[in-house]
């Protein structure tokens, strides 16, 4: 399930971070990951047996009908993606002076 929020120059700069372009696009693609594994990790702890057994026939299904299916299954996917992301980000954030 692809999950994306841009972590661009000016993000960075909202935070005090300087980085340079292959920098930046490394920790972008952390973000992406480490993101879509706790969405994922969030998602499957709400599901039933019965529900995770529908969500693992579709671990081959377009992206299109993954989406429709969690929508349909997950009512609170919006809600724990965007905590998901706020964690995310408040962990940048905060470790911002290591990068």
Do not use: C
């Not at 529908?54 to 299904?61: E, G, I």
């Amino acid at each position: 399930m692809p999950i994306t929020l841009s972590l661009n120059k000016e993000f960075f700069e909202s935070i005090g971070v300087q980085l340079d372009d292959e920098m930046r696009k490394a920790l972008s693609e952390h973000y992406d990951s480490t993101l879509s594994d706790r969405v994922t990790t969030e998602i499957v702890e709400t599901l039933n047996d019965d529900q995770l057994q529908a969500l693992q026939a579709l671990k081959d299904a377009p992206d299109e009908e993954l989406q429709t299916w969690l929508v349909a299954n997950v009512p609170e996917l919006n809600e724990i993606i965007e905590d998901e992301v706020a964690i995310l980000l408040g962990e940048i954030a905060e470790n911002s002076d290591k990068l």
